[in-house]
């Protein structure tokens, strides 16, 4: 799932912003690179959340990319 491109939702204002994954741990944090800028998005209740510049991104976790899950036993 690393350096994919994901579509994240300013929540302040409806746009749409590209940015790519640096790090990801399930059902925990996203750390997702916009514009050369790094957002860490915490999970909560089927959403990862950050902000950024005053503004607040979000994602669903339906709407992440399904390949590549950190493998867990």
């Known amino acids: 799932m ?3 491109e994901i579509t994240l939702i300013c929540t302040d204002n409806n746009k749409k912003v590209q940015g ?3 790090a990801f741990n399930d059902k925990e944090f996203i750390s ?3 514009n050369t800028v790094r957002i ?3 999970y909560k209740k089927g ?3 950050g902000s950024m510049g005053g503004y607040e991104f979000s994602i669903k976790e339906e709407d992440l990319p399904k ?3 950190q493998f867990k036993r």
């Open 2 to 4: 690393i350096d994919k």
């Open 20 to 22: 790519h994954i640096l």
């Open 32 to 34: 997702v690179a916009v």
């Open 40 to 42: 860490k998005l915490n």
């Open 47 to 49: 959403t990862y959340a």
């Open 67 to 69: 390949s590549n899950y």
